[in-house]
């Protein structure tokens, strides 16, 4: 049974940053695509960020520049660095890992990140 446990969240002011860490067992890690998801209240489940196999990033328009994703296959660990945390960042924050085309699709139990003054 593969395992994703993710940590970093919690309360921070605008402007604040936060890393995010999500650590994998019981996998291949290397293999799989990492990605970072959020949900807000009363909001749909959206992409944030997500890195390949071959350390190739993306990020949705609203967080380019201030979040950054990484990975550290030998630790089977991903991260996801926000700094300058807007209220609007305020999610419930969830690592996923997938194999495209396949069934291969793995969520973590969530953190919660709350910026607010």
């Known amino acids: 049974q593969v395992q994703l446990v993710e940590s970093g969240g919690g309360s921070v002011q605008p402007g604040g940053s936060l890393r995010l860490s999500c650590a994998a067992a019981r996998v291949t890690f290397s293999v799989y695509i990492m990605e970072w998801h959020r949900q807000a209240p009363g909001k749909q489940r959206e992409l944030v960020a997500r890195?390949?196999?071959?350390?190739?990033?993306d990020y949705v328009d609203s967080v380019k520049g201030r979040f950054t994703i990484s990975r550290d296959n030998a630790k089977k660990t991903a991260y996801l660095q926000m700094n300058s945390l807007k209220p609007e960042d305020t999610a419930v924050y969830y690592c996923?890992?997938?194999?495209?085309?396949?069934?291969?699709?793995?969520w973590g139990q969530g953190t919660q990140v709350t910026v607010s003054s």
């Open positions: 996923n890992l997938n194999i495209r085309g396949t069934a291969a699709n793995y």
């Open positions: 890195i390949t196999t071959s350390g190739i990033t």
